[in-house]
């Protein structure tokens, strides 16, 4: 698998970090949650093929924080939505856990969603006419063993606002509402496509500040997707794609925290 993990914070390059991974796997003594191999995904537009992803091998342990970087268009949200069964690869195998996503049927794929994965948008998805605590009781009325609704919004210091309609949260407030709402099922992964993307800067470290909570206390592996490089900084490890492939790994050897960087 690609997704090497390295001490001090090495760069693995893409060809060669198939054997590291599965070196670095050992050093941490964890199985992996998710495993990607071979994954490839291209997408044919009349006569035209598009290739999003090409051969990705990607694995992540529990309780990681991950960045993936890369451009617009690098192959990001394609291997997010991959990881979280919202599409199926071309070519390759997604496991999760001793489960293949890849053959799942429809009703799999939804019941593994519903039950496995907390989804974060750039923008919030909150249906308009229902109060935050509403738009979060709407999840957990589906999980197994959700979070009490008004204990979700706590996590994200929005227990004050239960009450308040999205209309009368800013953005930063409706993105802590979507992050509760995500966390509301005790997902086993969050996975987060460009969160801070609409936000200013003051907003957007508060909404980062919130995702690290959340890993670090519930141990929720958490992957965020964004272009901003100042937010690798936050991660265990840190994957850049271009061009539909992983081309570095990196594993910070200190995490930072939001106060600590600037963009």
Known sequence: MS????EGGTVVSGESSAAALQ?????EGQDPVFRMSGVSKVYRM???QVHALREVDLDLLPGEFVVLLGASGSGKSTLLNILGGLDRPTAGQVRFRDHDLTAATAA????????HVGFVFQFYNLI???????????????????????????????????????AQLSGGEQQRVAIARAVAKRPDVLLCDEPTGALDYATGKLVLRVLQRINEERRTITVVITHNAAIAGLADRVIRISSGRIVDIQRNAIRLTPEDISW
């Open 3 to 6: 997704s090497a993990l390295q």
């Open 23 to 27: 070196d670095a796997s050992h050093v």
């Open 108 to 115: 799999e794929l939804t019941r593994y969603r519903r039950e």
């Open 128 to 166: 308009p006419s229902l109060t935050a605590l509403e738009n979060v009781a709407l999840v957990t009325e589906i999980a197994e063993s959700p979070l009490d609704p008004g204990e979700a919004l706590s996590l994200v210091e929005m227990g004050e606002r239960r009450d308040h309609f999205p």
């Open 46 to 48: 009349g006569e035209t």
